[in-house]
């Protein structure tokens, strides 16, 4: 579990956004109307599996070396099936293709886990996620993880819920024309940033 002196995380969908079938995971679109998803973004759990770097241990510059992304998983949250695994978030500057299961649209809850390791002490490590459809933006998510202790790897779940099948945008709409750029931050310092195209099969 969370260090007990560590603030929870927490996550909000941007007030004025519309929710995409890949709200941070699922939560349907509504065609032209500004709102939030149907389903809601429940708080992230994290854990820290390793001791903290010595006190003289020197902070490295920002980098791969310094902040780094192990793994990201998309999971059923009821079955615990995968649908999803990305271990290569080296490349910030090259769109990867994202490739997931039409079956996920019909799950009513998802798990979205990033493992990821700090050099360095973070004071608010956060996400943001901009999802752009047809090169125009429709939603932005912004997740916040917090404090961050220096030389640890940790854990940090989301859990979205589904919309309504009917207020969802079809799958063949969204299927390579719908862009994810995911970014993280310490305050308004990047750390890591990744474009996914989402194809749906």
């Keep these: 579990m969370r260090s007990p002196t560590s ?8 007030s004025s956004a519309p929710a995409s079938p890949f709200a941070s995971c699922i939560a349907g679109v509504r065609p032209g109307i500004i709102s939030r998803p149907s389903g809601s973004v429940t708080s992230a759990a994290a854990s820290s599996r390793a001791a903290p770097a010595p006190a003289t241990s020197a902070p490295l510059p920002p980098g791969e070396d310094a902040f780094k992304i192990i793994n990201i998983r998309i999971r059923d949250l009821e079955t615990k099936a995968p649908f999803w695994t990305c271990r290569d978030w080296s490349n910030i500057k090259r769109t990867t293709e994202m490739h997931l299961p039409r079956k996920l649209l019909q799950c009513s809850s998802v798990a ?14 956060r996400l943001q996620q901009t999802v752009y459809l047809h090169d125009q933006p429709i939603e932005e998510w912004n997740f916040e993880f917090g404090f961050v202790i220096p030389g640890s790897t940790n854990t940090w779940e989301s859990v979205v819920l589904a919309a309504a099948p009917e207020e969802m945008i079809p799958a063949e709409i969204i299927s390579g024309n719908m862009v994810i750029d995911t970014a993280f931050y310490d305050g308004s310092a990047l750390l890591a940033r990744k474009r996914l195209t989402v194809f749906y099969e």
């Design 7 to 14: 603030p929870s995380p927490k996550s909000s969908p941007a």
């Design 112 to 125: 979205r886990e990033f493992t990821f390791s700090s050099h360095n002490v973070l004071e608010n490590l």
